[in-house]
Every structure is written in C-alpha cells, then in structure tokens.
Nanobody
C-alpha cells in the first residue's frame, strides 16, 4: 500500500506563490508517473501537471509558464511550485502516483487533497 500526503496549501493573494509537496510512503514500491490534479467547486477534476520518473513533465495550458512540477525520486516526493497565482487557481489540489500493478497495469493512488485559495 502507498500513502500520499500533501502539504503546502493555504490562502494567498493574487500574484502570490505557493509550493505544494506530496510525499509517498509505504511498503516497498516503485512509482512511475506522479502528478497534480485539482478540482474547483462545480467543476470536474482536471490534470494540472505530471512528471515521469525520468523527469519528463507535462502541464495544462492554463498553468504553463506559471507552475513548475518537480520530483525527488530518492524521497518519492513530488512538488508543485505555483507562481503568479490567480483566483481561477482556487481548488482542492490532489497528488497522484502511478504504481506498477500485476502485469501490464498500474494502480493510481490519490492523496487526500489540499486546499488552495487565491483571493483577489
């Protein structure tokens, strides 16, 4: 089993910055892709950014140039540096990790979510 714990959320004014962290723990495991999703009230959960074990990253168009995802494989930790925050970024942010499962399959683990609120 893998447990994901997010931290770093909070309240910030527009234009400010936050850094989210997500640490994976549990029994022996390996993680392929890790990522961040977010869900705002009344909206579906959407992918914000993802990063592979080889440090190849992808971003949603809405956050390109403002957010940066990174990871420390030795610590099984993924980070999301969020700069130039906008009120539209307000959401619950969820950490995700993909772990190999049986054969030709992966299991997606999810964190409990951390609230990010950006005020005008």
């Amino acid at each position: 089993q893998v447990q994901l714990v997010e931290s770093g959320g909070g309240l910030v004014q527009a234009g400010g910055s936050l850094r989210l962290s997500c640490a994976a723990s549990g029994s022996s495991f390996s993680i392929n892709t890790m990522g961040w999703y977010r869900q705002a009230p009344g909206k579906q959960r959407e992918l914000v950014a993802s990063i592979t074990s080889g440090h190849s990253s992808n971003y949603a168009d809405s956050v390109k140039g403002r957010f940066t995802i990174s990871r420390d494989n030795a610590k099984n930790t993924v980070y999301l540096q969020m700069n130039s925050l906008k009120p539209e970024d307000t959401a619950v942010y969820y950490c995700n990790a993909e772990v190999p499962y049986r054969r030709n399959s992966v299991f997606k683990y999810w964190g409990q979510g951390t609230q990010v609120t950006v005020s005008s």
